[in-house]
């Protein structure tokens, strides 16, 4: 198993919440740079609008209002429940919208197969939602008990139970370090092959305190518990996601027309580079090595960097919703064809 993938130096919707503690009060997910994000893609009346990441549809709900009458919106999600909430959500739009199951890995497929050629917005908002995350059946956090799965679709696919008893001590070191920055990955990956000798790894609580016992106590983060970069970490092996965001953002750029922009919110340093490095390819005219003298390459500029830096929370979010904190916002509108 090889991850060539640059290190994450920041973790996403952190797990600050004492294990076993309750969910804090009005718990639920709310969109995060929700503000920037519609004044900066600008959708209108008339519009088509894809929001590949539906979760629990407040993206989707901005940008219905925004782009009706007279327009549509494309919602997808793996998670089939967002799926059955966004269509109870939604169900009195009618034709309006349309709500679809599935990878955002395939969006240009999905979008040809709603009847549609090409979109004037494109959104995703990464990432975990925290009505998954606050779910103790879905193994996604450790502060409740629960099943050790975390897949975005549960109906398919290897749970992170699974992963954690197929993979060899070299492989389980590797993910865990360079899909969530431990520096005692390898001391975890050890003391997971020793437990699962014993005792398979099934639960949530039952990882949660293999990495308290390893990661010694005067390295603890302060702001975040020693096991939110391991599970951060097999979340992201259990969904390919970083691989479907390649493939996704890739899609989303080819179904823009020309003037429609592209939206993406990330949550950790693994998501933002994807995302940087994706937008910063589709703007050059040339991607020929720096040190050779002329261009040979016959790449050219699709996309229009509108935010050369990244939009971040602002004071007042951050005080209404922590978990925002880690969030970043980057924006592009596609370019017409260069003759």
Not at 115 to 144: C, E, K, N, T
Not at 160 to 183: F, K, P, W
Not at 266 to 287: G, M, P, R, W
């Amino acid at each position: 198993m090889t991850i060539p993938l640059p290190i994450v130096a920041d973790m996403e919707m952190l797990d600050d919440a004492t294990p076993g503690a309750p969910a804090p009060d009005g718990a639920g997910h709310r969109p995060v740079l929700l503000t920037p994000l519609i004044e900066s893609l600008q959708p209108r009346p008339g519009q088509i609008a894809v929001d590949a990441t539906l979760g629990a549809g407040g993206v989707t709900a901005a940008l219905l209002e925004r782009v009706s009458p007279g327009g549509r919106v494309i919602a997808i999600d793996r998670d089939q429940r967002a799926v059955e909430a966004g269509r109870l959500r939604f169900g009195g739009r009618g034709d309006a919208i349309q709500i679809t199951q599935g990878d955002f890995a395939d969006l240009e497929a999905i979008v040809h197969a709603n009847g549609v050629v090409a979109a004037d917005v494109v959104v995703f908002d990464l990432g975990i939602s925290s009505i998954q995350l606050d779910d103790p059946a879905r193994g996604f956090s450790f502060r409740l008990d629960g099943p050790l799965d975390m897949r975005m679709n549960p109906s398919t696919g290897m749970t992170a139970a699974q992963l954690l008893d197929s993979l060899t001590v070299d492989e389980l070191a590797s993910l865990i370090r360079d899909y969530g920055d431990e520096r005692f990955a390898r001391p975890i990956a050890n003391r997971i092959a020793r437990s699962r000798e014993l005792v398979p790894l099934t639960t949530t609580t039952q990882l949660r305190e293999l990495v308290e016992q390893v990661v010694p106590r005067r390295f603890w983060p302060k702001r975040i518990h020693p096991a939110t970069r391991t599970f951060q970490a097999l979340r992201i092996a259990v969904n390919h996601e970083l691989e479907s965001l390649e493939r996704g953002l890739q899609a989303a750029i080819s179904i823009l027309r020309p003037g429609g922009r592209l939206g993406v919110i990330s949550f950790h340093s693994l998501e933002d580079t994807i995302v940087k490095n994706a937008l910063h390819v589709a703007a050059q005219n040339c991607v020929c090595p720096p040190q050779q003298p002329h261009c040979t390459c016959v790449h050219r500029a699709t996309l229009f960097l509108l935010t050369r830096k990244v939009i971040r929370p602002d004071a007042a979010e951050l005080a209404s919703n922590p978990r925002s904190r880690s969030a970043r916002l980057r924006v592009a509108e596609k370019l017409a064809p260069q003759g």
